[in-house]
């Protein structure tokens, strides 16, 4: 079962152990414990997150609830494989959701450390679930404005990705109210951008990148940040193709691609690209301007162009 969680980024427990560092403690490997748990809390999200989006492929392979009905069908068990699948992935999830927490309370981290962790923790994991709620309810069909798809972005990804991670080390570390604040906004910055980019990607990636099809986003009607901004900046008639792309059963190679057209000749594609680069920049005047060691300053400034200028 743990090796649906292998194979990702680590970006999360990368962000919570640069936390830690921040507060001037030096490496630890409890902390590294610590941060490590944050893969199991992703690996919950994702399994869900596929579940729900009936999403068929994750990091190149099939995702958890195809697998498991694959093995429910190939025991000639009663029943429907789908259903038995999307139903066993829910409960494999939790079990990530439980082995996350108890990596993280039994990681070594003094229990004083921990005290101040929890509370972060628990408001990571609630602004997940509300973000996960919120997606599930943002349809292409009715085209959100940016300010609200971005809205969305944030609870779902964005804080979870970068901010909540990097409070959640700061705060194992105990660090000032003044490095936390600094920290947040970078984190909401980076967060942002990091989003971002994966809905650039979600349309233009290279499936054998991302491992998933190119234009995924678009068969899934998924009212992203890139369509959000098509829809604004296309010309009345573009606009209209897209919205009437979004009413069809479903999208095939050719709607991916009218999409794609739309996205990048409306000027949306770019427009994206210059908020990743604006954020980024933010995030970089923002660590200017506070006291911390320069090998975690240095760090956090790669951590940010790994983030927003990836490839999957």
């Known amino acids: 079962m743990i090796d649906f969680a292998a194979g990702g980024k680590c970006v999360r427990s990368v962000y919570v152990y640069l936390g830690w560092l921040c507060g001037g403690v030096g490496e630890s490997e409890p902390a590294l414990r610590a941060a490590a748990s944050a893969e199991l809390l992703h690996a919950f999200a994702l399994v869900q997150d596929d579940v729900m989006d009936e999403s068929p492929v994750r990091r190149g392979a099939q995702s958890a609830h195809r697998r498991l009905a694959g093995w429910h069908s190939s025991q000639g068990l009663s029943g429907s494989s789908d259903r038995f699948g999307e139903s066993a992935a829910i409960l494999l999830a939790d079990l990530y959701l439980v082995w ?24 990571m994991r609630s602004e997940l679930a509300v973000g996960q709620l919120a997606d599930l309810t943002n349809d292409a069909n009715r085209v959100p404005t940016v300010g609200a798809v971005m809205d969305i972005a944030r609870r779902k990804s964005g804080n979870y990705t ?33 989003q971002l980019r994966d809905d650039l990607l979600g349309i233009f990636g290279d499936p054998s990148a991302t491992g998933k099809p190119t234009g995924d986003d678009v068969r899934e009607r998924k009212a992203t940040t890139v369509i959000a901004l098509a829809d604004q900046l296309a010309t009345p008639s573009e606009r209209t193709r897209l919205r009437d792309l979004w009413k069809e059963a479903s999208i095939d190679e050719r709607g991916v691609a009218l999409a794609q057209a739309v996205i990048t000749d409306s000027g949306a594609a770019q427009c ?24 975690v300053v240095d760090s956090l400034h790669r951590m940010a162009l790994l983030c927003t200028h990836r490839t999957h």
Do not use: K
């Open 100 to 123: 996350a927490e108890r990596m993280l309370r039994e990681s070594g981290v003094a229990a004083a450390a921990l005290d101040r962790a929890w509370p972060r923790y628990d408001s």
């Open 162 to 194: 970068v901010r909540r991670p990097l409070e959640l080390g700061a705060a194992m570390a105990d660090c000032d109210e003044t490095v936390m604040g600094v920290l947040g906004e970078y984190g909401e910055a980076i967060g942002e951008a990091f």
């Open 272 to 295: 994206a690209e210059q908020m990743i680069d604006d954020r980024v920049a933010h995030a970089r005047r923002v660590l200017d301007g506070v006291d911390l060691e320069p090998s």
